[in-house]
């Protein structure tokens, strides 16, 4: 039943906004198609390219597949499309492999794949567009710089592709939880160093065809089989840090990170501070909300806390409803500082607590522990000392930060 859709349970801007991304793709579509003279050519490279790209979906359609944001590479079939075709084959390439997705790797809910072909869609539309507009200009170049200049441009326009597909979905994704870390998703190194092997396989890939014939797509196919499984690889890696609920690390690799962060500070004499912070009462939040609305609550405060913090900082969560925090070249006064305007800034968050509810406040206790000689302890040694402090905070009022050693009440809030 259309009633009973997925889609319909998304907050109301965002379903606007989906509807809307699928309609312009649909219209752009019939309309460009209705002023595109089919060419049995363009349709031939187009089935063939096409072709190729299912290949690859089934191919890797083994390989474990990551949850959450996943890479794969059908720039590298849907560039020279965009490239060398009209553009309403763009518009049209990536539902083939939308349904390859849908039926042969991992199967999601429907409005997710159709939103993401328009959005796709759109983007190589945008890209074959503009490089089709170029194009003449490049024919009438003489030959010694018409290829460098066709390079520069195919580049440019493959840019454009990647910025306004990353800007479509990136709407959608905060739409929907704006505690995702769209940074980390797509622009720290890993994604950028992915997008830049596809965006210049795919350029590769389409001035090879243009240049030789569409004979070269044969030994191209293990290669973008490898490159799949390398990116597959590499988030499964990434993914093995990760903590699923909040995206932070986890403990593990949290405890790795400031290892390493804790011999640079025993090298260099450094001061450090390391801090537990643990959500009061988020029991009560889980038995008076439920557990979904108690997982958002823990997201939205990691991402608090995250934002909150500066970027050479390391947040982990270390289990439950407890944070991690290293504060690296940071002394006691500081650190508690910090704590402090952490606990300040998730007292006041309003955490959204469901449709006709008021929005939940939940407050956090924090725990810190310094040392201006990293030397004389180790990781172990501050994290307990850490739990005594929070401990103190917790029986000491809870929403309060404590430092290790410090007796009687807590400490005022510090100046923000």
Not at 13 to 33: E, I, M, P, R
Not at 359 to 382: C, K, R, W, Y
Request: hydrophobic residues 50%; proline residues 5%; charged residues 15%.
């Amino acid at each position: 039943m259309v009633a009973e859709w997925p889609l319909w349970r998304l907050p109301r801007g965002l379903v606007w906004y989906v509807c809307g991304v699928v309609a312009t793709s649909v219209a752009a579509a019939v309309t460009v198609g209705m002023l595109t003279s089919l060419r049995g050519r363009d349709l031939a490279l187009f089935a063939l390219l096409v072709t190729f790209g299912a290949g690859a979906v089934e191919l890797t359609r083994r390989t474990t597949v990551p949850a959450g944001f996943m890479k794969d590479v059908h720039g590298i079939w849907q560039l020279p499309i965009a490239l060398l075709l009209p553009p309403f084959y763009s518009l049209v390439a990536p539902i083939a492999a939308g349904c390859m997705l849908q039926l042969r790797t991992r199967h999601t809910v429907a409005h997710r794949r159709v939103f993401s072909a328009a959005a796709n869609g759109l983007s190589l539309a945008a890209a074959s567009a503009a490089f089709h507009a170029v194009l003449p200009v490049l024919q009438r170049q003489w030959p010694a710089a018409r290829s460098p200049l066709w390079l520069l441009v195919a580049v440019a326009c493959t840019l454009l592709w990647s910025a306004v597909d990353k800007s479509l979905i990136i709407a959608a994704v905060k739409g929907s939880d704006r505690t995702v870390s769209v940074r980390g998703h797509l622009f720290t190194r890993e994604p950028l160093l992915n997008d830049a092997c596809e965006i210049s396989a795919g350029v590769l890939l389409a001035g090879t065809v243009a240049g030789v014939g569409v004979v070269l797509l044969l030994p191209a196919l293990p290669l973008v089989i490898l490159l799949q499984r390398s990116f597959r690889q590499a988030q499964l890696i990434s993914q093995a840090r990760i903590d699923t609920k909040t995206g932070l690390l986890n403990a593990a690799a949290w405890r790795t990170e400031v290892t390493v962060q804790l011999a640079a500070a025993q090298r260099t004499r450094s001061p450090v501070a390391v801090a537990i912070a643990d959500l009061d009462h988020f029991k009560a939040v889980n038995d008076g909300y439920g557990h979904l609305t108690g997982d958002a609550v823990l997201a939205a405060a990691a991402a608090t806390l995250r934002e909150g913090l500066r970027p050479y900082d390391l947040i982990g969560r270390f289990g439950g409803e407890e944070f991690t925090i290293l504060l690296p070249h940071t002394g006691a006064d500081e650190a508690v500082a910090v704590a402090d305007r952490l606990r300040a800034s998730l007292a006041s968050y309003p955490f959204p607590a469901g449709e006709d509810r008021d929005p939940l406040h939940v407050t956090v206790s924090i725990g810190v522990a310094a040392t201006l000689d990293p030397a004389g302890q180790d990781l172990t040694d501050l994290l307990t000392a850490a739990d005594a402090a929070l401990y103190a905070a917790k029986t000491g009022g809870r929403n309060t930060v404590r430092l290790d050693g410090e007796t009687g009440p807590a400490r005022e809030p510090a100046s923000r």
